[in-house]
């Protein structure tokens, strides 16, 4: 029988157009944490749950208090570095064996392995914005702002009659309960076209890109740990990225 990673290859030669999607798990071998593994996974430190639209909209010096650590955590996964998954994803690209990446993280490691059509679909750690004017500024400001003190960090230029700051800063990143940014009907429209998509590092359990896969034609899964999606996938791969990436591209050098 033949293994996984041959497969795989063979499928990703002959698909015309081959599109993946990447979850927190492609990223855990780069030191950043995902969300669920047991032990490790961010819900064991910090709730996310309360980083809803909600609460940001309705009392955002809570939500700031409150939420400081966690956006102090998120910071630090700037000085993240890509690891052998996603340089692999940016060399497939290149190769014209892919022709795009959807991906639920943040942190901007597949556009820093080389990447170039990425679908960043739950925002990044790059830009913030003045909820009042849409005004945008880094992310880096913001930070800087709630560090320093300034509970809820101020746009610089929102400003009333009598000179007081009025606008309210908040992250480039999809929130709970927050409207997907456009980039995501353009990204499940790639994923609708593909004749192939690859599901790497994703339980699949955050909506709505949960529902990408069961919207195209065929779908492999490559995640260290069982997914509610893996009946449904044409192949399973329960392996960890770097390694599952590094055999199917070294395969497809030979082939
Ligand atoms: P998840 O935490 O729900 O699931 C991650 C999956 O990756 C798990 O099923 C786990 O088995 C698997 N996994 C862990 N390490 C792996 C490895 N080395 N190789 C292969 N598989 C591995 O993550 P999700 O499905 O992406 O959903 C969580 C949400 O949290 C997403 O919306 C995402 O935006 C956000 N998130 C992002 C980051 C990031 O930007 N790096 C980190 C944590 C969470």
Known sequence: MKKKERLIAEQLKESRKTVVLTGAGISTESGIPDFRS????????????FMTRDA?????KSFYENGLKFLEFLYSIKNAEPNKAHFAIAELEKIELISAVITQNIDGLHKKAGSKEVYEIHGNLDEAYCMKCGRVTTFEELVKKLSGGQVPPLCDFCVNRNNKKIGILRPNLVLFGDILPPSFNKATNEAKTSSLLIVIGSSLEVYPANRIPANCKRF???????????????????????KALEEILSILTEI
Not at 38 to 49: A, E, H, L, V
Not at 56 to 60: A, G, K, S
């Open 38 to 49: 047991p032990g490790s996974g961010i819900w064991t430190k910090f709730d996310p749950y």
């Open 56 to 60: 940001l909209y309705n009392n955002p």
């Open 220 to 242: 492999i899964i490559i995640n260290r740990d069982e997914t509610n999606l893996d009946s449904l996938a044409e192949i399973v791969w329960h392996e960890s990225a770097g």
